[in-house]
């Protein structure tokens, strides 16, 4: 969120293994990081995976984006 996407990519992996239960706000910050970084193959990966956890519109809108 603050234009550092490479260095949120292991957070986004600390914060899944502190606290598994809450999955869906880290898989949404994993898409986005992947879409900024141009990696859309792993975007659309990280995207679908979001969306089973949580039906917010941004992520069917990073999904259709990658």
């Given at each position: 969120m ?26 949404r ?18 995207c679908?995976?979001?969306g089973t956890f ?13």
């Amino acid at each position: 969120m603050i234009g550092k996407p490479a260095e949120a990519l292991p957070l986004v992996d600390q914060a899944l293994a502190l606290n598994p239960l809450d999955v869906g706000s880290a898989l949404r910050m994993r898409c986005r990081s992947y879409l900024v970084l141009g990696r859309y193959k792993e975007a659309i990966g990280a995207c679908e995976k979001a969306g089973t956890f949580e039906d917010l519109w941004v992520v069917h809108l990073y999904l259709v984006a990658a």
